[in-house]
Each structure stands twice: as structure tokens, then as C-alpha cells.
């Protein structure tokens, strides 16, 4: 039942590690932070990246982090092993580049597997350009489709869900928005590929939170959500519903609506400014679940139903601001 999976971003839990590990040199290991992260009141779940978060032998890294009563949702791919991924991953001009890229992530996916996970989120940050006449659009196309195609035929059980971005690291990001990536999903073809939806990105794409998760829904496969928040000018990573409460609360109902069962992650950055990590992930989860209960008054309401089927606005916004305020 949609509420009741929460999952977050491991790295968020080396926040203030000097507190957490006095005298400590260097970064917490990925184990250290799921020890931090299982203190979460509520958290159920963690999402790795491959490689960074998964050594050898994924499956004795999964039965730990069970010792600890967290599950792993998926892991999500990093292409930074080869600094020559900086100009692209699965659109590389060099084809030996671009197989390392497509290799690692079916090794991803293995690990995945056996970690006892079905889902690979790929975020393709690096596949992009940065100037006119940099890049012929084709060919990025073409090599973009093509290995997608090869790494969702790799394991046809494990699902992969592309997160798109408009932008960063790359100028241009060619998976930019959802027509986009709806448009891609479309032409790869393959039954186990879906999207992954940020709110942050979903923002600064200039898009509806809410409609693009009904879209999603009608066109492809909703695999993951990823809960943040921030100004919609770059992907701020700030606590869930910090600043588009509204918003926030219409993509639940809408996601009530479509019948999105799967976990909530959260995809914020309190390492950023030395926020308590523990204490901001209970907090993005007391507030997603009160969301949650006003999402699902706000369904059985006649009078919503109404002003939304005459798209009437001042109706609208007095019954959700009441549900949300009181009154």
C-alpha cells in the first residue's frame, strides 16, 4: 500500500559526520552511513549507487543491511569510474567508452539481482552536450536508444527506470524533460523500462509535478518517486515540501489517484549545509504521511470533483486550503 515505503539517498547520512564519528579521517563507509541511516524512525529502505555504495558481494552487503531492518529498493547507476565518461556515457564518441559504460551497468544490474532488488534507475547526467556544433544529435540519439535497449535485455526481470534531468553536469542533458523520455521509452520497446520522477527536475523542466506523474502513468510505467524540493532553477535538494507544499500535495493525490504502490524516496541533500541527516529524513516522512491523509480526504470529496471537472480554480482553492489549513 502506497505510504507505508520510505527509502532515501544513503550519501545524505555522512552529514556532520565529525558528530557522528569523532576523530574519524576520511568519508564514512557505506555501512557506517546505513547504521546512521537505520536510527530513521520510519525509513524502510535504502537505494544504493553501483559502484559507489556496493563492493563484491552484494548479496552479504543486502543480509547486513537486513541485520539492520533496512531493505534495498534498487541500486542506481554512477558513471564516474572513467574520468572519460565526463563526455558521455552510453552516447561516447570513443565505442570502447561507451561499451565500459553499457558493461558496468549490466553488471549493476547483477548486483541488483542479487542483492535481491529488481530495479536499476540509470540517470545519464553525462550524455549530453555543452556547445552548437559540439555533438551530431543523430548519432547521440541513436547510441542512447541503443544501449538502453541492451542494458533492459540484459535481465528482463529486473526493471530499469530512466530519471531524466534537463541539465548538470552537462549543459544540455539529452534525456531533458518527460516528452522526451517518453519519447525514448517509446522507441526502445522493451516491458521492463519505466521512469523515475524527481520533483526538483521535474521543477526545473518546467513542468507540473502532478500532470507529469499522470502522463507517466498513461504512457509508460511509474517506477520510482523521488520526493524534494527547491526554487526550480537547479536541483536544490531541499526537504519535502519546503517550498511547493501545494504542489506537493496534488502530485500525492495524483499518484492516490494512478494507484503508485512502490516507495517513496527521498532525494535531498542535507550533507549540503550540515543539517542532522537522521532528524530531516523523519522529518520528510512525518510530512509525507500527513500529506498523504489530506490527499485521501481530498478524494472522496464531491465538491473537488466538481470544481475540477468545471476547472474551476477559486473553488479549488478554497477546498484544498482548507484541507490544508483548516477551517
Not at 9 to 32: C, D, I, V, Y
Not at 149 to 177: M, T, W
Amino acid at each position: 500500500m502506497f505510504g507505508q515505503r520510505f527509502a532515501t539517498r544513503l550519501n545524505s547520512f555522512a552529514s556532520r559526520a565529525e558528530r557522528a564519528w569523532p576523530g574519524q579521517k576520511g568519508k564514512p563507509t557505506p555501512l557506517q552511513m546505513a547504521e546512521r541511516a537505520a536510527r530513521a524512525q520510519g525509513l524502510t529502505d535504502l537505494d544504493l549507487n553501483y559502484p559507489d555504495h556496493v563492493d563484491d558481494d552484494p548479496g552479504s552487503l543486502a543480509r547486513r543491511l537486513a541485520g539492520m531492518g533496512l531493505g534495498v529498493n534498487g541500486l542506481a547507476m554512477r558513471y564516474y569510474t572513467n574520468p572519460a565518461f565526463r563526455l558521455g556515457a552510453f552516447t561516447n564518441p570513443d565505442p570502447e567508452v561507451r561499451r565500459e559504460a553499457i558493461d558496468l551497468t549490466k553488471r549493476g544490474i547483477d548486483a541488483a539481482r542479487a542483492m535481491g532488488a529488481r530495479l536499476m534507475t540509470i540517470w545519464l547526467g553525462q550524455d549530453g552536450w555543452d556547445y552548437s556544433f559540439q555533438a551530431d544529435y543523430g548519432r547521440l540519439w541513436a547510441d542512447e536508444i541503443e544501449a538502453i535497449r541492451e542494458v533492459a535485455e540484459h535481465d528482463p526481470e529486473c526493471l530499469v527506470s530512466i530519471e531524466y534531468k534537463p541539465n548538470e553536469p552537462r549543459s544540455f542533458s539529452l534525456l531533458s524533460d518527460l516528452s522526451t523520455t517518453l519519447l525514448a521509452l517509446a522507441e526502445v520497446g522493451t516491458a521492463n523500462l519505466g521512469v523515475t520522477f524527481d520533483f526538483a527536475h521535474v521543477l526545473y523542466a518546467g513542468e507540473t509535478p502532478a500532470w507529469a506523474a499522470a502522463m507517466i502513468a498513461r504512457k509508460s510505467r511509474l517506477l520510482g518517486v523521488h520526493l524534494n524540493d527547491g526554487y526550480a532553477k537547479r536541483d536544490d535538494g531541499l526537504m519535502v515540501g519546503a517550498v511547493h507544499l501545494q504542489a506537493t500535495l496534488e502530485l500525492i493525490w495524483q499518484l492516490e489517484r494512478d494507484g503508485y504502490d512502490g516507495p517513496i524516496y527521498f532525494d535531498t541533500f542535507p550533507d549540503l549545509t550540515g543539517l542532522d541527516p537522521v532528524a530531516e529524513c523523519e522529518a520528510n516522512i512525518e510530512t509525507v504521511q500527513r500529506l498523504i491523509a489530506v490527499a485521501r480526504r481530498l478524494a472522496g470529496d464531491d465538491e473537488l470533483a466538481t470544481a475540477l471537472a468545471a476547472q474551476d480554480a477559486v473553488a479549488s482553492q478554497r477546498i484544498v486550503n482548507r484541507a490544508l489549513m483548516g477551517g
